[in-house]
Structure formats: C-alpha cells, structure tokens
T-cell receptor, first 115, second 114 residues
Framework: DAGVIQSPRHEVTEMGQEVTLRCKPI?????LFWYRQTMMRGLELLIY????????DSGMPEDRFSAKMPNASFSTLKIQPSEPRDSAVYFC?????????????FGPGTRLTVL | GDSVTQMEGPVTLSEEAFLTINCTYT??????LFWYVQYPGEGLQLLLK?????DKGSNKGFEATYRKETTSFHLEKGSVQVSDSAVYFC?????????????FGKGTRLSVIA
C-alpha cells in the first residue's frame, strides 16, 4: 500500500489567497483526520471524518477553514482567505476503524507558508 | 478531558547511551497508548503501541510498558544510535469513545551525537 498521500508537499502563497490541501487515505480506512503542527502549539486536531461524514470540527480555527470528504478516497482542507498565522505543517491521517484497531497512519504533511 | 504529558526536551545523548522519555496520561476511559516518531522533514510514524495494562510495546529496540497504576507509558532504549535522532510523541486514543482522534503530548526532541 502506498500509505496516506498528501499534496502538495510544500505550498507558498500570499496573504488573502485561497489554499487547498489534498489527502488520499489508505484504501479501506474508515476514519480520516486533519492535524496542524506548529512550534508554538504542537499537534492540533482540526477535524475528522468517519465514512466521509464530519464528526468533530471543533478544532477548525475559524470560518476561513473548511474541509470536505466527497468520497472514501479523497479529502480536502481549504483556507480562504489565508493569513500568515496559518503557516504550519498540515497532516492528514487515516485509521481502519475496526474494533480494537485504532492506530492512525500519517501522511508526509504539507508545509504551508503564507507570506 | 484526556491529556498526555511528556518530558520536555531537547534531550542530547551520546551514541550507545540509555534513553528514557517519560510519559504520563490522564484519561476517563481505558485508552490505547502510542509512541510516534517524527524524523526531520517527515510525517509521524507509529513506533509502538500498547492496548491494555502491563502490555509492552516494542520496535527497533525501543520499549514501553502500559502502567495503569501509575498512568505511565515511558519510552526506553538500551543503546541509542545517531539515526534515532528525531522528535518522539506520546499519544493516547480513548477506545471506549469509539475511534477517536489521538491526544498527543508536546513531543520530545532527541539528538544523538557520535
């Protein structure tokens, strides 16, 4: 299996622009998680999905952030408009969801820089 | 709510030294416990896990034992190598609430010098 795939790996944009991050989970996994990592705040959960349905989005910083999962093999995290404080590494992770198997598998991350 | 506390770094060791990174947790349920490792420029990789009391997770020479009585899951390795330099995260998952997101500690940066 290819593991969790994220694109792009690096994104540099200017303040006010729209940014879209993409994630392909491991095939057959029922759960998908979006995390953000910064030096100041460490790893934070933004949102997670179960069978393509958002379960908890309380970690989404504000209305500028939105996430979708239109099917089992694809999810997007969108920031519009972007701000310099959004600069971080964004990770996607997926998990099988079967009873007792709660290990999460992480993608390589997208490093976002907002100028 | 659930939380994880791990020792603050950075930790700097000489090659072949013994490593301990402390981790304690607070959970309302009966969590699974994990150690993840993040090498420079990469995502998090599962290092080891344990799902019940007294279980020992092990991988690549690293070990951690699930201690319910002390709510701890300390990471140990008998002889570190330069290639072990990375950031290590302790985490828990509250299985009784279903497949919930991981709660992470803040991470401990380990540097091993030759």
């Amino acid at each position: 299996d290819a593991g969790v795939i994220q694109s792009p790996r690096h994104e540099v944009t200017e303040m006010g622009q729209e940014v879209t991050l993409r994630c392909k989970p491991i095939s057959g996994h029922d759960y998908l998680f979006w995390y953000r990592q910064t030096m100041m705040r460490g790893l934070e959960l933004l949102i997670y999905f179960n069978n393509n349905v958002p379960i908890d989005d309380s970690g989404m910083p504000e209305d500028r952030f939105s996430a979708k999962m239109p099917n089992a093999s694809f999810s997007t995290l969108k920031i519009q408009p972007s701000e310099p404080r959004d600069s971080a590494v964004y990770f996607c992770a997926s998990s099988p969801g079967t009873s007792g198997e709660d290990t999460q598998y992480f993608g390589p991350g997208t490093r976002l820089t907002v100028l | 709510g659930d939380s994880v506390t791990q020792m603050e770094g950075p930790v700097t060791l000489s090659e072949e030294a013994f490593l301990t990174i402390n981790c304690t947790y607070t959970a309302t349920g009966y969590p699974s416990l994990f150690w993840y490792v993040q090498y420079p420029g990469e995502g998090l990789q599962l290092l080891l896990k344990a799902t019940k009391a007294d279980d020992k997770g092990s991988n690549k020479g690293f070990e951690a034992t699930y201690r319910k009585e002390t709510t701890s899951f300390h990471l140990e390795k008998g002889s570190v190598q330069v290639s072990d330099s990375a950031v290590y995260f302790c985490a828990l998952s509250d299985r009784e609430s279903g497949n919930t997101p991981l709660v992470f500690g803040k991470g401990t940066r380990l540097s091993v010098i030759a």
